[in-house]
C-alpha cells in the first residue's frame, strides 16, 4: 500500500492521507527519486530516533528499555504502521514535554504528530489526566473500570468512524474474531500492567515522573481491551502502553535482592521466547521482505 501511495502520489485514495505524510512522500521523491525504500529509510529514522532519544533521556535503565521495546513487538510494529509509527514517535517524544511542564510544546508536538496519523489527537488530554494522583487501590479500581469501558466500544468506534470518513476502512474489521495470539499478547500487556499497578508506590520512589506513566500505562487497559473488537482501538494501544518500556526495569528492581538475578534471568528469556512468537506467528510479520532479499 505504502509502495503504491509513493508511485501514485496523485491516486484519490493519496488524498486521503495526512498532509504531513504526503508533504514527507512528495520531498522524498524529489530527492530520492524512484529509490523508494530510502523514502522508507527515511520514515524509520524518523520513528526509531525520537523513540530512542526518549528512552536515552527519561529511562534509568535504557539498555533495558530498549529491550523491552524490542521484545514486545513494539519495533516491529514499526515495520507495517508507517505513517502512525511517526506519529506515535512524537508522541512519546512530546511526553518530555508533558514531564517539564510545557503545556504548549506538549500540545504543540502532539498536533505536528497528528499531521501524520490524525489518531495523535488522543493524547492531548494525557497532559492533565496523567498528572492526577492515584492509589494503588484507586489505580486497580480504575483498571477495572476501563476493562468494562473496554467491552462497550462499539458505540465508541462507530461514531468515530462517522466522522473521521478515512477510516470507514477499520469499521470492516469490527465484530471479527481474533486470533489466538492477540488474546496472548493482550493478556501479558494487562499483566505487566496489574505488576506495574501493585508495585507502583516502589516504582515512583525511584523517578519523580514515573507516576505519569503508570498512570498512563493504566488508560492503555481500554484500548487493549477495546482491540479485541476493532482494529482502530489496536492501533491507539501503543500511545498509551509503549512507555512502560520505561518503568519495567523499576518494576524488576522492586523485587527482593535475593531473588533478582533469577527473575531477570527469567524475564530476559520469556520476553526472548515471546518476541520470536510475535514474529513468526502472532502478528505474522515473517517471512518479512527486505531489501537484502532482491
Not at 66 to 80: Q, R, S, W
Not at 156 to 168: D, V, W
Not at 209 to 229: E, W
Not at 235 to 244: A, K, Q, S, V
Request: positive net charge.
Amino acid at each position: 500500500m505504502y509502495y503504491q501511495m509513493y508511485f501514485e502520489q496523485d491516486n484519490a485514495n493519496v488524498e486521503k492521507v495526512e498532509i504531513g505524510y504526503k508533504i514527507l512522500m512528495s520531498l522524498s521523491y524529489k530527492i530520492f527519486g524512484n529509490h523508494f525504500y530510502l523514502f522508507f529509510a527515511l520514515c524509520s529514522a524518523l520513528t526509531i530516533i525520537p523513540i530512542y532519544c526518549f528512552i536515552k533521556k527519561k529511562s534509568k535503565y535504557p539498555c533495558e528499555s530498549l529491550f523491552y521495546f524490542v521484545t514486545l513487538g513494539f519495533y516491529v510494529m514499526t515495520f507495517n504502521m508507517v505513517r502512525q509509527a511517526i506519529a506515535i514517535a512524537l508522541a512519546l517524544w512530546a511526553l518530555k514535554f508533558l514531564f517539564d511542564r510545557k503545556c504548549l510544546k506538549y500540545i504543540a508536538t502532539i498536533i505536528i504528530a497528528s499531521l501524520f496519523h490524525m489518531t495523535a489527537l488522543i493524547m492531548i488530554p494525557i497532559y492533565w489526566i496523567a498528572r492526577i494522583k492515584f492509589s494503588t487501590k484507586k489505580l486497580i479500581i480504575l483498571m477495572i473500570i476501563l476493562a468494562f469501558a473496554g467491552t462497550l466500544f462499539n458505540p465508541i468506534f462507530n461514531y468515530i468512524t462517522s466522522i473521521i470518513p478515512q477510516y470507514n476502512m477499520y469499521s470492516n474489521y469490527s465484530g471479527t474474531d481474533v486470533g489466538i495470539g492477540t488474546y496472548i499478547i493482550n493478556i501479558i500487556y494487562l499483566v505487566l500492567i496489574f505488576l506495574v499497578i501493585l508495585n507502583n508506590k516502589r516504582i515512583c520512589e525511584a523517578e519523580k515522573d514515573y507516576n505519569i506513566i503508570v498512570n498512563i500505562v493504566t488508560f492503555s487497559t481500554f484500548f487493549i481491551i477495546a482491540s479485541l473488537r476493532g482494529a482502530l482501538f489496536a492501533r491507539l494501544i501503543y500511545y498509551w502502553f509503549i512507555p512502560i518500556v520505561m518503568i519495567l526495569p523499576e518494576l524488576i528492581r522492586s523485587i527482593k535482592k535475593t531473588e533478582r538475578n533469577s527473575l531477570q534471568t527469567l524475564v530476559i528469556l520469556a520476553f526472548s521466547a515471546f518476541y520470536i512468537m510475535h514474529i513468526y506467528s502472532f502478528n505474522g510479520v515473517f517471512p518479512y521482505t527486505s531489501i537484502f532479499s532482491w
